[in-house]
């Protein structure tokens, strides 16, 4: 096995890094903070107040915390959509903080899949054209484009839903669209933001199965919950209040034990 490989297989097989020698960090934050401002110059909030944070290759971490403690303002700056007041950012070995806006959203486009609540599939496009926006701005060109939307398409089993407009679909299968197109790139982080906020228990439950079973094939994953039982997938929880890591610690019943089941049925 490659090293890489051989870093996965670890990642999976255990339910956490913590306590061994940890994979590489796909991302490590130091000391971050965020600080929103009045028109005077003024602090007004300050949203973050110093996150340490490193997140191994692999690993599928929620995001806990009370309304306004800060979650989105964290998968932000995780995301490259915002810059920290101050701190260091490095993802995948990048360091993102001091990146000016054409770097960083460049960056963006490369290392990050994003995946919504709201699932935020444009209306007018169908499916697949969907799928394929994140390559178009990568200047992919078209035959490629169609290749690998194809190909995400199939593995969230919407291959027959491709020629369909967003409209035409129920919630569960536009967020599994919405996660295709989050895939579609090869980023080095999935970050989802309360992804089955928007839909029923069950079909929330099919979206989720497919976040474990991209976990398992070695995909870092970084969401958003305020379920418990959402976040105790997971193979980590870090909990914030008021714009500080309240608790960091590993899902001790993980799914990871469950899924090698599944998968070798
Ligand atoms: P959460 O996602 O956990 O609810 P947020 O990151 O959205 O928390 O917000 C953290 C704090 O920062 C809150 O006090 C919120 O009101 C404030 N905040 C978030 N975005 C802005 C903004 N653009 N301008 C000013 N304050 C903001
Ligand atoms: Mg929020």
């Known amino acids: 096995m490659t090293d890489l490989a051989n870093q996965l297989a670890s990642s999976s097989s255990t339910h956490s890094h913590t306590a061994e020698s940890p994979a590489p960090p796909v991302a490590d934050l130091r000391n971050i903070t965020k600080s929103y401002f009045k028109p005077d110059g003024t602090v007004m909030v300050k949203a973050l107040a110093g996150i340490d944070l490193t997140i191994s290759k692999g690993e599928y971490l929620a995001i806990m915390g009370a309304s306004g403690s800060g979650k989105s303002t964290l998968m932000n700056i995780l995301g490259c959509l915002d810059r920290p007041t101050t701190g ?37 496009m169908t499916v697949l054209e969907n799928i394929e926006v994140p390559l ?47 895939l579609v790139t090869d980023p080095a982080i999935i970050l989802a933001d309360e992804p089955t906020g928007n839909l029923d228990t069950a079909t929330g439950e099919a979206i989720l199965q497919i976040f474990d079973e991209f976990h398992n094939r070695g995909l870092t994953i970084i969401m958003v919950t305020h379920e418990d039982n959402v976040a105790e997938r997971c193979q980590r929880i870090v909990t914030l209040k008021d714009g500080l890591v309240e608790s960091d610690h590993p899902v001790q019943n993980s799914k990871d034990d469950i899924d090698t089941y599944t998968t070798k049925k």
């Not at 398409?153 to 839903?161: C, E, H, T």
């Not at 129920?170 to 669209?177: K, V």
């Open 88 to 124: 260091v950012y490095q993802l995948d070995g990048l360091n993102v903080a001091s990146a000016d806006d054409e770097t960083l959203s460049k960056i963006r486009g490369e290392k990050i899949g994003f995946v919504f609540q709201a699932f935020n599939l444009i209306p007018a």
């Open 136 to 182: 178009f701005y990568q200047e992919v060109h078209r035959h490629e484009r169609l290749e690998r939307s194809k190909e995400k398409l199939k593995l969230v089993g919407l291959a027959d839903r491709m020629d369909r407009r967003p409209s035409e679909l129920s919630g569960g299968q536009q967020q599994r669209a919405a996660i295709a197109r989050a």
